[in-house]
Protein backbone atom coordinates (compact mmCIF):
# COMPACT_ATOMS: atom_id res chain seq x y z
CA UNK A 1 0.00 0.00 0.00
CA UNK A 2 1.47 3.11 -0.98
CA UNK A 3 1.43 5.84 1.69
CA UNK A 4 -0.87 8.76 1.02
CA UNK A 5 -0.79 12.66 2.34
CA UNK A 6 -3.73 14.64 3.64
CA UNK A 7 -4.48 17.74 1.36
CA UNK A 8 -3.17 19.84 4.53
CA UNK A 9 -0.05 17.93 4.49
CA UNK A 10 0.57 18.50 0.69
CA UNK A 11 0.03 22.16 1.08
CA UNK A 12 2.94 22.83 2.88
CA UNK A 13 4.76 21.71 0.77
CA UNK A 14 3.83 24.79 -1.63
CA UNK A 15 4.85 27.66 1.09
CA UNK A 16 8.60 25.72 1.01
CA UNK A 17 11.03 28.56 0.87
CA UNK A 18 13.84 26.09 0.14
CA UNK A 19 16.74 26.88 -2.25
CA UNK A 20 16.72 24.87 -5.89
CA UNK A 21 19.38 22.00 -5.17
CA UNK A 22 17.26 21.69 -1.47
CA UNK A 23 14.40 21.24 -3.06
CA UNK A 24 15.25 18.94 -5.83
CA UNK A 25 16.40 16.88 -3.20
CA UNK A 26 13.11 16.56 -1.49
CA UNK A 27 11.10 15.92 -4.45
CA UNK A 28 13.70 12.69 -5.40
CA UNK A 29 12.46 12.04 -1.33
CA UNK A 30 8.93 11.93 -2.02
CA UNK A 31 9.07 10.19 -5.36
CA UNK A 32 10.58 7.04 -3.48
CA UNK A 33 8.36 7.45 -0.61
CA UNK A 34 6.04 6.94 -2.85
CA UNK A 35 7.75 4.17 -5.43
CA UNK A 36 7.92 6.16 -8.24
CA UNK A 37 11.42 6.68 -10.26
CA UNK A 38 13.29 10.27 -9.68
CA UNK A 39 13.50 12.51 -12.45
CA UNK A 40 17.28 12.11 -12.77
CA UNK A 41 17.02 8.21 -13.17
CA UNK A 42 14.63 8.66 -15.99
CA UNK A 43 16.63 11.58 -17.45
CA UNK A 44 19.65 8.79 -17.57
CA UNK A 45 17.88 5.58 -18.79
CA UNK A 46 18.69 4.60 -22.54
CA UNK A 47 15.17 4.92 -24.37
CA UNK A 48 14.10 2.34 -26.61
CA UNK A 49 13.14 4.16 -29.72
CA UNK A 50 16.16 4.69 -31.35
CA UNK A 51 16.63 0.34 -30.98
CA UNK A 52 13.14 -0.34 -32.27
CA UNK A 53 12.80 2.39 -34.71
CA UNK A 54 16.42 0.94 -36.17
CA UNK A 55 14.80 -2.70 -36.06
CA UNK A 56 11.87 -2.41 -38.00
CA UNK A 57 13.99 -0.34 -41.13
CA UNK A 58 16.24 -3.10 -40.64
CA UNK A 59 13.13 -5.65 -41.53
CA UNK A 60 11.56 -3.76 -43.88
CA UNK A 61 15.02 -3.33 -46.05
CA UNK A 62 15.01 -7.72 -45.33
CA UNK A 63 11.46 -7.44 -46.57
CA UNK A 64 12.40 -5.44 -49.59
CA UNK A 65 15.01 -7.24 -50.73
CA UNK A 66 13.45 -10.87 -50.15
CA UNK A 67 16.15 -11.85 -47.73
CA UNK A 68 15.37 -13.99 -44.72
CA UNK A 69 15.34 -12.66 -41.41
CA UNK A 70 17.94 -13.87 -39.15
CA UNK A 71 16.72 -13.50 -35.27
Not at 19 to 39: D, I, N, W, Y
Request: with cysteine; proline share 8%.
Amino acid sequence: MLPTLSPQEFVKWRSATLKERSAAQEHFHVCRLVGQQTPASLYNQRPTWPELAHRRLDEAVLDACGWPRER
